[in-house]
């Protein structure tokens, strides 16, 4: 159904895939061994869920501004976790503190960690956010230019493509593809904050796959 204006149709896109890529952040910390966590294992995991419950509440009871401080605070906390273990883990590679299996099972928590908590932040990010895209009759504009957002009017309407708006899966793709390609592929990037988030999760993901995930190989 087109929408035709602001007041007369409110369709907000879906929060629920945004919760559970960040509590699948928890999870995957739990994959990681003892010397890439600091702290209790536990900690992490409860921060993050402690986090989630006032962003869950306060998006449901329309707390605008509150949500997107709880949305902010739990995006940069599995953001310092995710950083803290590469960290780890690059310094215990020269020692060999971890065998190879580890290695490999880490290399992989940490790289999918990475696709997540970026697509996090490029969906929290891009266009003032959803609560601001969600005010939106069309995605136009923003820090990323989507194929759909270049399509004429008429194949935007054979395609069932109008009034088209981003969701998390959008970006989720986006930080896929940059973790895989080392780039966009298909959705240029416009904004200045946006490559430079692109080239941190490109050199993280260089760093996991190409670095620890081959040395693993390699001494098997």
Known sequence: ???TSNQDFYDPEPRWPAVVAALAVAGLYFALPPSLIIGPRWVFPALVVVLLIPTVVTHAKSMHRLNRIFGFSTTVVITL????SVVLLV????AHKESPTELLT?????????VLVFALWYWRLDAGGPHSRDKRLEH???SFLFPQMTMPADAKEAADEVNWQPNFFDYLFLAFNTSTAFSPTDVPVLARWAKMLMMLQSVISLTVLAL????????L
Do not use: E, H, K
């Open 1 to 3: 159904m087109p929408r």
């Open 81 to 84: 976790g995710m950083i803290a």
């Open 91 to 94: 310094q215990a590679l020269p």
């Open 106 to 114: 880490s290399a992989a928590a940490l790289w999918a960690t990475n």
């Open 140 to 142: 136009t504009d923003g």
């Open 212 to 219: 620890l995930a081959a040395r693993a190989v390699n001494i």
